[in-house]
């Protein structure tokens, strides 16, 4: 009996493009989703806080809501004040890393072509969409958390 010699592939890494098109779909999937789960976070706790600050609770830092003040905890300022600051611009970001082809420059607009011959762009916008949930809910408590103990509390105000 012969053993049948193995055969070797060369595993090549992914190009520039491809990177570029894997963070891009992610950020703005991610920006989008979080801007939106900003707005419902908001609107829950607005509903649930007291329209005079409650110092025994900690509830202490003011949230204007079209010219009413509610007053929020530093944890809630603190999630509120980064998903509102940090969303679009992620969206940006995401959309300046993107590659693209056919760029067209008009008064005010631009339009391009995605420039994505590998296809990842589509999957990491899926993973950045089913990832926001998590980073969200599970990871942002424990991080907003580090920060209001380290005392860094942003607020809308």
Not at 67 to 84: D, E, W
């Amino acid at each position: 009996m012969s053993a049948k010699p193995s055969k070797v592939t060369a595993y090549s890494l992914p190009s520039l493009a491809a990177i570029q098109n894997a963070i891009a779909g992610f950020l703005i999937s991610y920006g989008f989703e979080s801007f939106c789960w900003f707005f419902v976070i908001e609107q829950k706790w607005t509903h649930a806080a007291p329209r005079n600050p409650l110092a025994i609770m900690g509830l202490t830092y003011p949230h204007n809501v079209h010219r009413t003040v509610v007053y929020f905890s530093a944890f809630q300022a603190s999630v509120c004040a980064i998903m509102f600051f940090t969303s679009i611009p992620l969206c940006f970001v995401g959309a300046a890393l993107m590659t693209k082809k056919n760029v067209q420059r008009r008064l005010f607009r631009i339009s391009w072509d995605v420039g994505d011959p590998e296809g990842v762009y589509n999957w990491a916008f899926l993973s950045g969409a089913l990832a926001a949930p998590f980073i969200i809910l599970v990871i942002g408590p424990y991080l907003v958390r580090y920060l209001n103990s380290c005392g860094f509390v942003p607020s809308l105000g």
